[in-house]
């Protein structure tokens, strides 16, 4: 596939055949198209802010408008404990990571029902699809965390040593996105009432993350390891704790990891299995 | 040249159908049809649950080998299975059952511009389209002035698509998908759209494509791009293949398929989407003077053409029209049987009833030669009801036309008989 040009007996062979039974991922193939990846991205973010006045300028006002209104009714009218932190930063540094959660959960999901014309039309592995969607939303991430930075310079915080965890923790949240992302865009291909549902599920799952309130909040014991169930706790705990300071991430964030993991496993094998009968049935 | 490009061995592809019944669309459907599984799965065999009329075979047992280099094409009617054997071959869809095995990259062209965003220049569609249809970027930017240059866009190359004419936004597409360099090249279908300009570029370039000794697999309802661009020809129907010959007896196979009796076509009632459709056609037929049903005329006789057809309830502004075009696939006319406004104004609006519309052609109009009579009821721009774009063939004989004490073929698909005059101007 490397080669354009014709060369007798060294063109690859493709087998068609019925698909049956586990098909593992094959990251070489994925690779190959990996240009492919790199320009559905660039479409997503390039498409999202064009004829928009402010552009750009959205994936810096989202944030800290959201930032704006967190403050007001939870830290001001509420009076939520923050940790020890302003609650603007508090509630910001909990943001990030959830914005680029919810945003790439929710193009995701939609994202193979949204590109039916090349599915149906041309072969190239799927899993680009939701791949990309997720990069795209880490680039509105990768712009909001400038915001974040001068948010906290203006209350006089600098990042320690600790700031090199923040790369892990990013990879981290991608894969939990992406993972989620695998399920809810193969069952929106059957079951369109996958999309109507992912708002609910993005309100929901962000009411059970500690984005307003602090994870103290939740009483110890049994109550905080089923809330570790949702992996958004460990990172935005961690997130929290490599920019500013408050809890290190403790066991709670390990039962995050292994849902992650599960979710991941379990989420590309769904997208394998299903992958095969998109064309006949977006 | 004896390498195989292709080989596809019992290819079929079973789909659903009724989804509305048989597949879940929805969770309230899915916990239902979950229930339903169960049941199944103790009632009967796993065997039994994919067959029945939940489902359909768009492809059976089909089997072919294409060599490295030829240029092949798959002819058939709307729903014989031509698109599905190309998603299968272009890896878009998985077989069923069988096996296939392709010696190559694989480039389809199976719609013209897919994947192009419309808010994106001509540019990034140029760089998106490439990568989608599988070049890698060095590739685009090596053949950009190229793809360009063939589009014709030129100073436009900025501008958004959505800005573009359907013209250019047809030609910037076309000219991307065109300078894809796969092994093998799958093209369904591009020809149908644009002007003639266009399609006369596109059949150049898939003419070089062919010269260059790649392989090629050409589905088109254009018999005579099939009859031009390729040796050889795979006729489907019914998800089978019926035939498998030199283009032109292939082609004169598909033309001829489905007729009941010679000079006359009846139409069997699954033929209709349903029995409700306002417009159920019962036959064609060609007659000659005599009012006989037949399959050769003479063109300096004339003849009539005739329709008939049953109204369950009346339609209103319904037209019946007739094409006429060659067996290479050229127009030779179309005609509407309301055509003349007496006519529309006394029957645009149809009561229920079983009606005849005859057409009468002139004596001297057709050259002789093989002709094909396509169908089609509709009402203007509203709603089409019926077409049939090959109903029927049927020959015409050029004995005693025009000009006939010279027995030489005349060119051209009619032979009218004009009036000409002869002056003398100088002596």
Redesign the interface.
């Known amino acids: 596939?490397e080669n354009?040009?014709?060369r007798?007996?060294q063109?690859?062979?493709?087998?068609?055949?019925?698909?049956k039974g586990w098909l593992p991922v094959d990251f070489k193939e994925l690779w190959r198209y990996r240009?492919?990846i790199?320009?559905?991205t660039?479409?997503d973010i390039?498409?999202r802010y064009?004829?928009a006045v402010l552009g750009i300028a959205w994936a810096i006002l989202q944030p800290l408008l959201t930032m704006l209104i967190f403050t007001i009714i939870f830290g001001v009218l509420l009076k939520t404990p923050s940790q020890g932190l302003p609650y603007p930063l508090f509630t910001l540094s909990a943001l990030l990571p959830w914005q680029l959660f919810a945003t790439a959960l929710q193009r995701s999901s939609v994202s193979l029902v949204g590109n039916a014309?090349?599915?149906?039309?041309?072969?190239?592995p799927r899993l680009a699809i939701p791949l990309s969607t997720v990069f795209a939303a880490l680039f509105d991430f990768t712009i909001s965390i400038v915001v974040l930075l001068g948010v906290m310079a203006f209350y006089g915080y600098w990042p320690g040593w600790k700031i090199l965890w923040l790369l892990p923790i990013v990879i981290f949240t991608f894969l939990t996105a992406f993972s989620v992302g695998l399920w809810l865009s193969a069952l929106n291909v059957?079951?369109?009432?996958v999309q109507h549902m992912v708002p609910f599920l993005i309100q929901v799952w962000m009411y059970a993350s500690p984005i307003v309130y602090p994870i103290e909040t939740i009483p110890e014991g049994v109550w905080r390891v089923l809330y570790g169930l949702n992996p958004m706790v460990g990172i935005i705990q961690g997130f929290r704790w490599a920019l500013l300071d408050g809890n290190p991430p403790d066991a709670t964030s390990l039962i995050s990891a292994v849902m992650v993991l599960i979710l991941l496993v379990s989420g590309l094998y769904y997208f394998r299995r299903m992958e095969?009968t998109f064309?006949?049935?977006v | 040249m004896s390498?195989i490009a292709i080989r596809?061995e019992n290819?079929s592809k079973r789909?659903r159908i009724g989804l509305a019944q048989s597949?879940?669309?929805?969770?309230r459907d899915?916990l239902t049809f979950q229930f339903r599984q169960i049941g199944h799965f103790f009632s009967r065999s796993k065997k039994n649950r994919y067959e029945g009329p939940g489902y359909i075979w768009a492809l059976k047992d089909v089997s072919f080998e294409v060599d490295r280099g030829q240029v092949m094409g798959i002819i058939g009617r709307n729903g014989a299975g031509k698109s599905t054997l190309l998603?299968?071959?272009?890896?878009?869809?998985?077989?069923?059952?069988?096996?296939?095995?392709?010696?190559?990259?694989?480039g389809?062209l199976?719609?013209v511009g897919?994947?192009f965003?419309p808010?994106?220049s001509g540019r990034?569609n140029i760089?998106?389209n490439g990568?989608?249809?599988?070049m890698?970027?060095e590739?685009i930017n090596r053949k950009f002035d190229e793809i360009v240059e063939f589009s014709e866009v030129g100073k436009f190359i900025d501008t958004?698509v959505k800005r573009f004419s359907s013209g250019m936004y047809l030609r910037l597409a076309f000219a991307v998908a065109a300078h894809l360099?796969?092994?093998i090249l799958v093209v369904d279908e591009v020809l149908a759209v644009g002007d003639a300009e266009f399609q006369r570029k596109c059949l150049g370039k898939m003419n070089d494509v062919a010269q260059q000794?790649?392989t090629v697999l050409f589905v088109s309802h254009n018999m005579s791009a099939i009859l031009r661009l390729t040796q050889e020809a795979i006729v489907l129907d019914g998800g089978k293949i019926v035939m498998r010959a030199p283009t032109p007896e292939a082609v004169d196979y598909y033309l001829n398929m489905g007729l009941t009796k010679q000079g006359e076509r009846f139409w069997r009632s699954e033929e209709f989407v349903h029995e409700h459709n306002p417009f159920q056609p019962v036959a064609l037929r060609v007659l000659n003077t005599q009012g006989e049903v037949v399959d050769t005329v003479n063109a300096a006789d004339g003849f009539d053409i005739t329709l008939e057809y049953q109204l369950p309830s009346a339609v209103n502004n319904l037209r019946v029209g007739l094409y006429m075009m060659t067996t290479r696939g050229e127009f030779v006319f179309t005609s509407f049987d309301t055509d003349d406004p007496e006519m529309f104004q006394k029957y645009s609006a149809r009561p229920a009833g079983r009606y005849i519309s005859r057409c009468h052609i002139p004596p001297n109009l057709m050259n002789e030669g093989r002709f094909v009579l396509g169908v089609n009821a509709s009402s203007y721009r509203i709603q089409r009801f019926f077409q049939d774009d090959k109903a029927l063939t049927f020959t015409v004989n050029a004995a005693g036309a025009p000009g006939s004490h010279w027995p030489e073929k005349r060119l051209g698909p009619v032979r009218p008989q004009l009036d000409w005059k002869i002056e003398k101007v100088e002596e």
């Open positions: 596939m354009a040009q014709p007798k007996n063109s690859p062979i493709t087998y068609l055949k019925p698909a240009e492919l790199f320009f559905l660039w479409r390039k498409v064009k004829q014309n090349l599915i149906t039309k041309i072969y190239f059957q079951y369109r009432d095969k064309a006949d049935i | 390498d596809v290819i789909y597949r879940p669309d929805t969770l899915f998603k299968i071959l272009s890896r878009v869809t998985d077989p069923t059952e069988g096996f296939g095995e392709i010696h190559g990259r694989v389809s199976l719609e897919t994947g965003h808010e994106l990034e760089y998106l990568a989608i249809l599988g890698r970027r590739e958004p360099e796969p092994e000794g790649r």
